[in-house]
């Protein structure tokens, strides 16, 4: 039997090779789990930024329906301009309930 020396140069650049390949996937990992953690902390800081303006819509929506049903007392009463407003809302798929209370208070 005749003996082939075996060439070891051949397997150390596939060595070689899958270790850049894995440092590769490491690096791309380790990057895109920095940008996931990044976007995470914009979309929570974005967030506690909307709290603020969700209060005011909610204070905003309260006058707001306030208004609008002082607007129908007085259209029941025989307001005409007030009429006409209730009558416009309704028109457009407004309707008014002057009794109804808000679902929750403003803080």
Do not use: C, Y
């Amino acid at each position: 039997m005749e003996h082939k020396p075996t060439n070891s140069s051949g397997a150390s650049s596939v060595n070689l090779s899958l270790l850049f390949l894995i440092i590769a996937l490491l690096m791309w990992f380790g990057f895109q789990t920095i940008q996931l953690v990044n976007e995470r902390n914009s979309l929570k800081s974005l967030d506690g930024n909307q709290e603020q303006t969700m209060i005011n819509s909610q204070k905003m929506r309260t006058q707001l329906d306030a208004i609008a049903a002082g607007t129908k007392r007085l259209a029941d009463q025989g307001n005409a301009n007030a009429q006409l407003v209730v009558q416009q809302l309704a028109k457009n798929g407004i309707n008014i309930n002057p009794n109804a209370q808000a679902a929750t208070t403003p803080k």
